[in-house]
Every structure is written in C-alpha cells, then in structure tokens.
C-alpha cells in the first residue's frame, strides 16, 4: 500500500472540479472509443499491481500502461514496464518504445532502444522502421561511430535517400525491394518539373534533411566510378559539399602518391570515429570466405579472409589480379576496428566480438590474422562491419555551411 501515497497526495491536493493539465494524461489528445479502452484497460492493470506483485504486461499495451503508471506514480510498474519494453523491442515497436522511453524519463529503456536501430538499421532494413524513424534519431544512428555498416558507405546514402522518400511520401505502401527505383523515379520527376540546378537539400522541401546528409561520408562514396555518378544524377548533395570532399581526397592522394604516406601510426580515437571508412558484410553460413570492399583505396588493396574461425587480413600487392593501382611501398600501415554480431529473429544480439581500435603494419602480401572466433559462440548468418583508416593525418571534411543538429 505504500506505493498509493504519491497518488492519494496527488489527489487530496487538486480540488476535482478543477482541471489539472498533466504530461502523464491518456497520450490521445481527442480519443477514440478504441483509445479510450485501451487507457481504460492500462488503469486496470495499473491499479491491479497494487494488490499482487507482478502482472501480466502484453507488448501492445506497454507503452499506455507506462503511462498510467507515470500518472498513479507506481515506481514498481514502472520499472516492470522497462523491463518488458527492453526484452520486447523489434522493427515494428522499436521507434514507439524510444519515444516513450524519452517521454517518461526511462534512459535504460532509450539507450537499449537506440543500440537496437545501431546494430539494425542497415543489417535488417524494412519499410515500417524507415517510416518510423524521425529526423532527429536518424541524424542521431547516423552520426554514431557504432552505426553497423553493410556494404559500403554508399548504402548509408541509399539507406537515407530510400528513408527521405518515405518522409516525404508517408502514403507509399510497396515490398522494400521496389523502395529504391520508386524513391529514384520521383526524384527524377521533381528535378524535370523544378527546371532547377539546386541541389535537394538547398530546396525548402528538402532543407530539414540536410543535417541527417551531412553525417553521411562522401569520400567513400565518391572513391567509386558508379557512387559518384549516382550522387551527381541524384542532385541531393549540395555542390559545395562535393567539391570541398573532391579537393580533400585530392591532396590526400597526393600525400600517398608523393609523400609516401605510409599511413596512421597511431590511433587518434575521436578522428577515426568520425573520418574511417564504414563497411560491412553478411555471411549466411559457414564456409570459406574472401573479398574486398568496392572504392579507391590508395594503393592498399585490402583482402579480408574468413576461414576455420580466423578473419585474416592480407595486403594485397602482387599476389591477386587487382583492378585499380597497387602501392609497391615495403611498408604499409591501416587503422582499424572490425566488430561481428549474430542476431535472433528480433534483431536481438545473441553474439558479439569486437578487435577494438587497431593499426596495423604489414609488408607487400603479408597476411595477419586480426581475430580467432570461439566455435562455442559463433551462430550464422555472421555480420562483420569494419572501419578503417588508410592515410594519417585525415580531416573530416569541413561541409560549407553544414546544418545544425536536428531537434529529436
């Protein structure tokens, strides 16, 4: 009975024919008959926790039973509500539990939440969780360094023109695989009927996207033939954008071709976060695997190597056919994190490894095993995202008259 008192103070201190403005009110500002009972039945369970220590939660109603807790101040139900919004999150409740949990001052229950869309975002896109996802959090996973990254940066760019489009025409209702050419196609019909050479995100339509665009990495979009003519078709990318990356990657090449930049030498954590490369890459199985990530890489042609529970990197010089130049330098340095997860059908971590922040220096085909794989814990399909470094001293582009942060 000691969890009643903060509510009879509550009543006892407000006169009922006097009306009392709270944020912990049904979260329906007109409601519906359907609302209405839900709020009915979430009171129910709020006032049945006073006589029995735990009651039975349903995902569904979650978020008004927390908010009927709130507003009756049961801190024990609030807490059980946490507990059940953490172990319930998936693609379809993610976005409404983060909200709550910000609402109602739950911070275990947001960051839980926020972890979930880092390690989700891109490893299992759907079409209700880019709808869900307002400007303010996508600028948020965007922005982190622990984004996990499939393919290529390139496909954060997609990814976010796919998530704009849905913003921008929330009536859209289709399969993901058609997401992408419906998203091309009207893109193209606004360039034709605007007659105009702006860039999207200059547009007042498009002006509130900017600052999730401006996280994304150009230049490891543009260090690729086809990413780079896309970006230019696209006209999302404000000019001044590109051409600010273009002469930075310039003189970066410079540096490597002229200055024999051997590349990092040590970890400068902060810039790494911000300036390294976001790849990744799913194997659905076990088995012997071997690759290397599209784009220029100034000279270090990097294959990565999965086999017998070993990733084993291997610098690339005279070895393997590679298309593009090779740096014949005896010496070579990269920085480095590679991370690997397994997830259940929630997108629930049920596995996790990381190398943590690395340089490595390694001589024309030397190979290094960078992480061993404990067989007890390995589970497929396996995510790998790596982030690398190839040159020292790189600065994060300086974007002409990037946005501020989105509010969230």
Not at 94 to 104: E, I, K, Q, S
Not at 302 to 308: A, G, I, P
Not at 376 to 400: G, H, Q, W
């Amino acid at each position: 009975m000691g969890q009643m008192v903060p509510f009879l103070w509550c009543v006892i201190s407000f006169p009922l024919t006097q009306p009392v403005a709270s944020p912990f009110a049904p979260p329906t500002p007109t409601p519906t008959l359907s609302a209405l009972t839900r709020w009915n039945v979430a009171l129910q369970v709020a006032f049945g926790s006073l006589y029995r220590d735990d009651v039975l939660i349903h995902p569904s109603r979650v978020v008004t039973i927390l908010a009927a807790a709130c507003m009756l101040q049961l801190d024990a139900l609030i807490q059980q509500c946490g507990e059940t919004m953490k172990e319930t999150i998936t693609s379809k409740s993610v976005c409404g539990f983060y909200a709550a949990a910000g609402t109602y001052g739950l911070d275990s229950v947001k960051q839980k939440c926020f972890e979930w869309l880092l390690n989700n975002l891109m490893t299992h896109q759907s079409v209700d969780l880019l709808k869900d996802l307002s400007i303010g959090l996508m600028e948020k996973l965007i922005s982190s360094p622990d984004l996990f990254v499939m393919q290529v940066e390139m496909d954060v760019y997609t990814a976010l023109k796919k998530w704009m489009f849905l913003q921008l025409v929330p009536s859209w209702n289709g399969p993901l695989k058609q997401l992408l050419s419906d998203a091309d196609n009207w893109l193209s019909k606004r360039r034709k009927e605007s007659c105009s050479y702006s860039s999207f995100l200059d547009s007042e339509q498009g002006q509130r996207f900017a600052g999730v665009f401006s996280h994304v990495r150009l230049q490891y979009v543009i260090n690729d033939l086809i990413s780079a003519k896309i970006i230019e078709r696209d006209m999302i990318i404000p000019s001044s954008w590109l051409s600010t990356v273009y002469r930075q990657q310039w003189f970066s090449m410079l540096r490597t071709e002229q200055d024999n930049d051997l590349g990092p030498k040590e970890i400068n954590k902060e810039q790494f976060e911000v300036c390294s490369m976001r790849c990744g890459r799913k194997l659905a199985k076990d088995g012997d695997y071997c690759w290397r990530w599209t784009g220029f890489s100034f000279g270090f042609d990097l294959l990565v190597t999965y086999t017998n529970r070993f990733i084993i990197f291997k610098r690339n010089s005279l070895s393997q056919p590679c298309n593009g130049t090779v740096s014949l330098l005896p010496r070579r340095n990269i920085a480095f994190r590679l991370r690997l997860a397994s997830f259940d059908s929630s997108g629930k971590v049920i596995c996790s490894r990381s190398t943590g922040y690395q340089v490595l220096s390694l001589e024309k085909d030397q190979e290094q095993m960078v992480l061993n794989l404990d067989s007890r814990l390995l589970m497929f399909p396996l995510y790998i995202c790596c982030n690398f470094l190839y040159t020292s001293a790189e600065p994060k582009p300086d974007v002409d008259e990037q946005p501020e942060p989105s509010e969230d």
